[in-house]
């Protein structure tokens, strides 16, 4: 084993110079046999607070015939170490690759991977270097080559001063195969020059991805002629990627769309594109005028919870090399029309404001809300001050004058000094067991979402643990969410907080780099279950933070038969409720309109929305808009509350429908997976509601109680709607 070390300790250095560089240039197959024995992927990028993954030779490390086991160890938000395990036994894939998942710590983090033997003693180490990016920053990832997109072009494209990085790979082998390994990706492209690469991908690599876009992810996938190659069995992987049915590739008919999309000044010669019929989704680009005979150009499509938007033509054309509109073009399809809004407003969400909340992104302040606890007192310094001043007076003047005018023996300070100070200190005690409590308390947020066209659910969760005394814990997200059939994936680890402020992922180093508190995320089995935390450190009056995901396949059962109607994209038609509990505050959510349940909505119970329920403005209602005096005057959000955890909430969930940053000036990066104003942009209806059971608990492995101190659990169904208007071009 510790052959193995030497082997690739020289290796990794040289790939820590490598990858430390944005746009790292990938080794070539023939190199990578050769030498290459570790690799990072995704071109070896991370970014603070999202997992990552790391890649490892599995023939070398078998090799050595022993039963160890391989672990990355990196930091959490809090500066303890994290060890995850993984067994020699789990992720060999066909290839013969062994990836390993980790969630990377703060900016300053030094990540490694270790060999551990059978006594969990560890036998080697390599120290991982490599690009790590603040948490708040927006990571676009290119498959392939694509002429002109860097950090320069992104900067002359709309985003001016908002932070992200490009980073690009060829090598087939650096799809994860898991999609935690996607987790830190923004944006993912693929360009489709070299088909025979993309055909090489393992089962579990395309399992990977596919469930990774299903879950929240962005794919754009541009084709061109390489379409038939693509897609032309009928039936491959890629295939289930299409907005519609593949008719073939031709050359483009009329280039006067594309042109007036990108507002070009020169013509552009016709080019290769791909042929589709019976498109759904959301149709961005005709290759004429918008009449109903143009062919779609670009479609973007919802894909369970994520989207993916299909480019028909290869943005690597040679048509498109000098034409004068490439540049506004790949600013509307990668960039986008609400990143573009959202940059404008960066300068006042960092305009000195995270020194005054402490956090710069919704995620902050759910975690500042979560770690409020009732019963939990902070005690004010003033209070601490006067009580040591209250000391001082009486040990020191006060028992002065106290044996002079009234005991007139000063030789009774041997018993009044060690009196007063046996009083203050059971007083002390008594005090601080009052403030901190006795029981560990648990504050909990969960997120249950289910999508009815894939059966898709998906459970996000947050959760702080309040300790009253030292002591290590084990623990784990359990579900049992009604509507859940099988569950494919769950984790539990911990939580950071996103940002600069004090604590925070993007912040400076100000501990030491590799403490002594250690804990253990464990791996994930074969059964789904995995990302259990163990032992987990907490010291006396101490909080912790934790956030755990589930996702599943959903049962069966009809819940809606909506379509839209008229010229205003009202919604029609009747919806169940198919929970066997109440939902609370209940509103169903399409296009610009929202439709509120002012009642609780009981289980089984059918709405005929046109008749039962009013339309009212969905931004208004974000906003809480209202007329004063013949003025709209929206109510202004409080980014220092911490008492409304619903409201919190319900603007992560639709932050771009209120208006994103430019209203809150808070941003939305470090789980944008939990906004879906996207998809009722893309023509879906959503139901949104809370149970007062919890569907998702957090809890200890000994079964020693937790009290739950607030519990709030949300539900969203993402509804698809019958096309009595098809959704417009933006």
């Not at 038609?573 to 505050?585: A, E, H, I, K, R």
Request: hydrophobic share 40%; charged share 20%; with cysteine.
């Amino acid at each position: 084993m510790l052959r193995f070390f030497l082997a690739v300790s020289s290796i990794a250095a040289g790939l820590a110079v490598a990858s430390t560089i944005g746009l790292a240039q990938e080794p070539t197959d023939s190199e990578a046999s050769k030498s290459l024995v570790l690799r990072t992927g995704l071109g070896g990028t991370a970014k603070a607070g999202r997992w990552f993954g790391v890649r490892v030779d599995a023939a070398v490390f078998e090799s050595t015939g022993s039963e160890d086991s391989l672990e990355l160890v990196c930091q959490d938000g809090d500066g303890l170490i994290v060890r995850y395990p993984q067994t020699k036994s789990l992720s060999a894939d066909q290839s013969g690759d062994l990836w390993l998942y980790g969630k990377q710590g703060p900016v300053r983090e030094e990540m490694q991977l270790n060999s551990v033997g059978a006594n969990e003693e560890t036998l080697g180490a390599i120290p991982l270097t490599y690009n790590v990016l603040p948490s708040t920053d927006r990571l676009y990832v290119v498959f392939g080559k694509l002429r002109d997109f860097d950090d320069n072009w992104l900067r002359r494209s709309g985003l001016k001063r908002e932070p992200f990085s490009v980073v690009s790979f060829e090598n087939v082998a650096d799809f994860p195969d898991h999609w935690l390994g996607y987790d830190a990706v923004d944006t993912f492209i693929v360009t489709t020059g070299n088909v025979a690469a993309l055909q090489q991908l393992t089962d579990r690599q395309h399992a990977a991805l596919r469930h990774w876009v299903e879950m929240g992810g962005r794919l754009i996938l541009s084709v061109g002629e390489s379409g038939s190659e693509l897609f032309g069995q009928g039936s491959g992987p890629w295939n289930e990627y299409l907005p519609g049915s593949f008719v073939g590739v031709s050359r483009l008919r009329s280039t006067s769309g594309l042109e007036t999309y990108a507002k070009a000044t020169q013509r552009i010669e016709p080019m290769q594109v791909v042929e589709l019929s019976d498109t759904t989704g959301l149709t961005i680009l005709h290759d004429g005028v918008g009449t109903r005979r143009d062919q779609p150009l670009v479609v973007e499509s919802p894909f369970g919870f994520g989207r993916v938007t299909f480019v028909a033509f290869d943005l690597n054309a040679p048509e498109l090399t000098s034409w004068d509109g490439r540049g506004n073009l790949l600013g509307k399809l990668i960039v986008g029309r609400i990143q573009q809004q959202e940059s404008t407003s960066r300068d006042d969400i960092h305009g000195g404001k995270v020194t005054h909340y402490g956090y710069e992104d919704l995620t902050g302040q759910l975690r500042a809300a979560l770690d409020q606890f009732s019963g939990v007192r902070v005690v004010a310094f003033s209070v601490v001050a006067g009580f040591v001043g209250l000391y001082i007076l009486l040990i020191g003047p006060g028992d002065y004058f106290f044996l002079k005018r009234i005991v007139r023996r000063m030789t009774a300070s041997w018993i009044t000094f060690p009196l007063l100070s046996i009083l203050f200190a059971v007083g002390a005690v008594i005090l601080v067991g009052a403030i901190r409590g006795q029981q560990t308390l648990v504050n909990q947020v969960t997120i249950v979402d289910v999508e009815t066209e894939r059966s898709l659910v998906r459970a996000t969760n947050w959760a702080h643990v309040y300790s009253p005394r030292p002591q290590s814990l084990d623990l784990r997200f359990r579900s049992d969410i009604s509507l859940l059939a099988s569950m494919d994936d769950s984790f539990t680890a911990w939580q950071g907080l996103p940002g600069r402020g004090l604590g925070g992922l993007n912040a400076p180093s100000s501990g030491s780099l590799f403490p002594s508190a250690t804990y253990v995320i464990a791996p994930q089995t074969q059964e789904g279950r995995g990302g259990e935390v163990r032992q987990y450190p907490l010291r006396a009056s101490s909080t912790a933070s934790f956030v755990g995901r589930t996702h599943g396949s959903s049962k069966e059962f009809d819940m809606s038969n909506f379509m839209s109607s008229g010229n205003a994209n009202l919604l029609t038609g009747t919806v169940t409720n198919p929970l066997p509990v109440s939902l609370q505050d209940a509103a169903i959510l399409y296009g610009e309109w929202i439709y509120l349940v002012t009642r609780e909505w009981q289980p089984n119970e059918t709405l005929n929305v046109d008749r039962e329920l009013t339309p009212k403005n969905l931004s208004w209602r974000l906003t809480r808009r209202r007329v004063v005096d013949t003025r709209d005057i929206s109510t202004p959000w409080d980014a220092t509350t911490v008492q409304d955890i619903p409201r919190i909430v319900e603007m992560m969930m639709f932050h771009e429908a209120a208006g994103g940053g430019s209203y809150t000036r808070l941003l939305h990066r470090h789980q944008p997976q939990i906004e879906m104003s996207d998809h009722l942009r893309l023509g879906r209806a959503i139901v949104v509601g809370r149970v007062s059971t919890p569907s998702v608990e957090l809890v200890r492995e000994d079964s020693a109680p937790m009290q739950v101190d607030q519990q709030f659990t949300f539900y969203r169904f993402v509804l698809p709607v019958s096309p009595g208007d098809s959704p417009t071009t933006p």
